[in-house]
């Protein structure tokens, strides 16, 4: 047997080299997998850099600063020796802080700030605002035989986990705002039968009393169905029926359902189709549900003898459907938030008129969920526009083949009912398919020409 003598240096690079590519592959790994980055930014300052040498320490800092993590290193007499570009632009520091001293000097006013520092409980964290962002800043002390080593400061942007925070807070406040109202009234009007006697009061009071709280009971109903869809958007829990649907017949059987309403108005209603439109990958339901809340908005909130055109055409791969009124509008200070949860334009207007305040942020979850946008536009006092674009058959058909060269496995309802459509299209016209990953344009124009 030939024994083979290795270079002891040539050992050490190899090691170093495979320690530096398994660390890349980690941090690319934490950018694409959001939760197994929050994971590890949640347990940052747990790990332990508490290396004796400064120099080393500072270097296993640097490997993390592509995470767009802020990192501040203090040696045993408090000296900054290491800090990164994201640290000073999340704290707004023009310059390194020299010192611990000098960091709480700089951030002393903050509450909390110096027993953050000063207390010896490991790891402890404190979030603040700096120049309108929210900042969450984890100081870990280390020590050896009871001395310290070093302090880690770990300063991470928690603007957006906060706006979120504030989001449920507010939604749940009018969630039970708006339960709070019907349930009122169903009591009181319940309240009163009891009180009074029912043989106290002719049939008319009792008929008008029952209709009061029925009305009640419809609106809780229509409040509690809304959430629930929302729920069930947001948590990816609903059995999506994905199949091509022509967009046009949606819109003239809403239109149909809508008449009664719009003539009572004396809102005149029309739909223009202007070019040719292909078919679109749609969930029926739901898109009728998106198109008839529009609808029936532009009607409930429209003037008397107003009007509502809608627009379908074809521009380039995506299927546009325009809903323009001419009723009241919308201010433009108003504009930015007519999609939020909750959000009325006019409180008074929309809750004699039964409204949830859901309807329009139901509208952008299921276009989304299409694939889709919705663009609006208003003059107050000269009508609305909605504009709903969604990707057409040819367009979804590409979408889902890009998705398909990224992963082997399609989990969107969208993707998987193209991709399934595909296939039994170019079976039908002897397209032969091997790979939906590698269908090529060709393909596509002999599928979508037929």
Not at 164 to 192: D, G
């Amino acid at each position: 047997m030939v024994e083979v003598a290795l270079d002891p240096l040539l050992v050490v690079g190899l090691a170093l080299s495979f320690t530096i590519v398994c660390l890349i592959l980690f941090l690319l790994l934490l950018r694409r997998h959001k939760r197994l980055r929050q994971l590890f930014l949640h347990f940052l300052p747990f790990l332990d850099f508490s290396s004796t040498n400064d120099k080393e320490a500072s270097l296993e800092l640097a490997a993390f600063s592509g995470l767009h993590l802020g990192i501040i290193y203090f040696d045993k007499n408090g000296k900054c020796t290491f800090v990164n570009k994201s640290a000073l632009e999340l704290l707004s520091l023009h310059e390194e802080p020299s010192s611990l001293t000098d960091m709480l000097t700089l951030f002393g006013h903050v509450p909390g700030i110096k027993s953050l520092f000063l207390m010896q409980v490991n790891p402890k964290s404190i979030t603040f605002t700096v120049n309108d962002k929210s900042v969450n800043l984890a100081v870990k002390t280390n020590y050896q035989d009871k001395q310290l080593l070093n302090t880690v400061v770990v300063v991470q942007d928690f603007t957006q986990q906060e706006l979120l925070n504030k989001q449920r807070k507010e939604f749940v406040a009018n969630v039970s705002h708006e339960l709070k109202t019907p349930i009122t009234t169903i009591k009181a009007y319940t309240e009163s039968l009891l009180d009074w006697g029912i043989k106290e009061k002719d049939k008319a009071q009792i008929k008008q009393d029952v209709e009061k709280i029925r009305d009640d009971a419809f609106r809780m109903e229509a409040l509690v169905g809304d959430l629930l869809l929302l729920s069930s958007i947001d948590g990816n829990r609903r059995q999506s029926h994905v199949e091509l649907t022509e967009v046009e017949p949606l819109i003239r059987s809403l239109i149909d359902r809508f008449s009664i309403q719009a003539a009572e108005k004396e809102i005149t209603v029309n739909c223009y189709v202007l070019n040719k439109v292909p078919m679109i990958f749609a969930e029926p339901d739901s898109l009728s549900r998106a198109f008839g809340n529009i609808i029936g908005n532009a009607i409930k909130y429209g003037v008397r003898g107003g009007k509502l055109d809608i627009y379908i055409s074809c521009l380039l791969e995506d299927v546009t459907i325009k809903f323009a009124d001419n009723g009241i509008g919308i201010s433009e200070e108003h504009l930015p938030y007519i999609f939020n949860r909750f959000y009325r334009v006019d409180n008074s207007g929309t809750r004699q008129s039964g409204g949830t305040g859901l309807g329009l942020s139901i509208v952008k979850e299921l276009v989304k969920m299409h694939h889709g946008e919705i663009l609006v536009q208003s003059v107050l006092g000269s009508g609305t526009e909605f504009t709903i674009i969604l990707p057409a058959e040819g367009s979804m058909y590409r979408s889902m083949i890009k998705a398909a060269n990224k992963s082997d496995t399609l989990t969107d309802p969208w993707f998987i009912a193209a991709k399934n459509e595909l296939l039994a299209q170019a079976k039908d016209y002897g397209v032969e398919i091997k790979n939906i990953a590698d269908v090529s344009d060709a393909d596509l124009k002999i599928v979508l020409e037929q």
